[in-house]
């Protein structure tokens, strides 16, 4: 509690009853002062309408004169301002069992109530040690909502800018539906399957259904499944206590652990063992947690959202991914077609990655000719988002105001032969315009030999075993070249 004195409106048309509140909250002048007296209800929304701070708690008759009064007056307060906290004096029934009453003033925004006349207290208002002891606690209540709004506000401004920043970009009629049916979904704590190539952006799609959910202010948490070494799954996934096991030194919360009451990005679902999908189930049905190393079981409230880039159909017949946990996934489903499939959002996401990238880049945004966006609009696109991403930061590297479409295939690691694509080819090593720097040639090409490797193969952790690389390392360095 501040050193501010509590603001008081009493909203009373009868005098005697105006001196008796006087006389209650006397002993405690220092601390509560009464800033105005009204005596209808129209007054007192015109006061508190026009200087919204000037009080803390509204000390209302029920049985007040004139039209506005009763639970519409109270409606009426908690519309100027929420936080404002009222206690309702009243005459109306001295019934200490009128639940019905009570349940009334409540449902329209009162904190607390009592009545006025016991027969027997002509001086002060009846039970006066709990009227002051309410109206602390009314303070206390506004002061919290008040500080609670505020960081709701902080809140929802980072959530804006989140979206904001990472917008899902698009003119075609199956982009602007997936926009509708986000915000649909949104609204809902339904688990969820997105269905969609490599590098088409479901991570974008399922964080943009959680921050315009009422979960916004949760976390979110993106668990890649292909990059989970098998033998750590579900200490990751759900944690372990300290002592549990030979080198459990501390506590460790899961995944699922920390985005309690928030959502769960399930990427490549697939890649999860049959046991850990038999352990998801479970988590799924039950809402809660098995922890290594501790008996009780941890209730958590999750929502999942999975993604996967096989015919997850084609996976449950093949018995390589449990039935019972697909049908508990795929509650609803969006599909995010193919780049290739969509060409007319070639052109706005090359827009947005250019803005984007040449402010990062502290570089101007090049022009491209009508011959280089029509070879753009006509590439297959098989790394799709992802790879036109990495695509317009080559094109900013070649350091020119303009470009035609011979920038645009060494941008795309087109052979000048065939025009095919090709892991290594057109780096812009041996052309004395375009030299390159060592650091970023070895970018370009582990870029580059990352995309061949992964269009060539079913998943990442096969893409891994390809490489040699362990799953979380292969995971680690697709972040670190931009392709995660």
């Not at 999908?277 to 958590?300: F, M, S």
């Not at 077609?337 to 990238?357: G, H, I, Q, T």
Request: net charge neutral.
């Amino acid at each position: 509690m501040t050193n501010q004195k509590i603001r008081l409106l009493v909203v009373e048309d009868e005098a005697f009853d105006v001196k008796r509140i006087k006389r209650t909250i006397r002993p405690f002048k220092n601390k509560i002062e009464i800033v105005k007296v009204v005596s209808n209800g129209e007054e007192a929304v015109k006061f508190l309408s026009s200087k919204k701070n000037a009080a803390d708690v509204i000390i209302l008759d029920f049985q007040i004169a004139g039209s506005l009064k009763g639970e519409t007056l109270i409606r009426a307060v908690k519309e100027i301002d929420s936080t404002f906290q009222i206690i309702v004096v009243t005459k109306m029934t001295i019934n200490a069992m009128d639940f019905d009453f009570a349940n009334r003033l409540i449902e329209a925004g009162a904190m607390w109530y009592c009545t006025k006349y016991p027969g027997d207290i002509e001086d002060f208002i009846y039970q006066p040690t709990d009227f002051i002891l309410n109206i602390f606690n009314a303070a206390e209540k506004r002061n919290l909502h008040k500080e609670k709004l505020k960081s709701n506000t902080k809140l929802q401004q980072s959530v804006d800018s989140i979206l904001e920043n990472r917008p899902i970009i698009g003119i075609s009629p199956i982009i602007q539906k997936i926009r509708e049916q986000n915000q649909k979904f949104a609204d809902t704590d339904v688990n969820l399957l997105i269905r969609g190539d490599s590098g088409t952006g479901k991570e974008l799609v399922a964080s943009h259904i959680h921050y315009s959910g009422r979960r916004r202010f949760e976390n979110f948490i993106p668990i890649n499944c292909g990059s989970l070494p098998e033998n750590l799954i579900e200490s990751e996934l759900f944690g372990f206590e300290k002592g549990s096991f030979t080198g459990a030194s501390n506590r460790k919360p899961g995944l699922f652990e920390i985005a309690n009451k928030g959502t769960v990005f399930l990427d490549e679902i697939t890649e999860l063992p049959l046991f850990a999908q038999a352990t998801l189930l479970r988590v799924i049905q039950e809402g809660e947690i098995d922890k290594i190393g501790r008996v009780q079981k941890v209730k958590v409230n999750v929502r999942v959202i999975a993604a996967t880039n096989k015919n997850l159909e084609e996976e449950v017949r093949e018995k390589r991914f449990r039935e019972d946990l697909y049908y508990r996934l795929n509650v609803v489903s969006i599909d995010i077609p193919p780049l290739r499939d969509r060409p007319e959002d070639v052109a706005p996401l090359l827009e947005y990655f250019l803005d984007l990238y040449s402010r990062r880049m502290k570089r101007r945004i090049p022009i491209i000719d009508d011959e280089g966006i029509q070879l753009l609009e006509i590439y297959p696109w098989p790394g799709n988002v992802r790879e036109l991403e990495n695509v317009v930061q080559r094109l900013l590297f070649i350091g020119l105001d303009e470009l035609g479409a011979e920038h645009v295939k060494t941008a795309l690691g087109m052979s000048p032969l065939n025009d095919t694509p090709d892991v290594v080819g057109g780096l812009g090593i041996y052309s004395k315009d375009q030299i390159l720097h060592l650091k970023e040639i070895e970018k370009e090409f582990r870029i580059r030999y990352f995309q061949f490797v992964r269009r060539n193969t079913l998943s990442d952790a096969d893409a891994a075993r390809m490489m040699g690389l362990a799953p979380p390392n292969y995971h680690r360095m697709c972040k670190e070249l931009g392709l995660k």
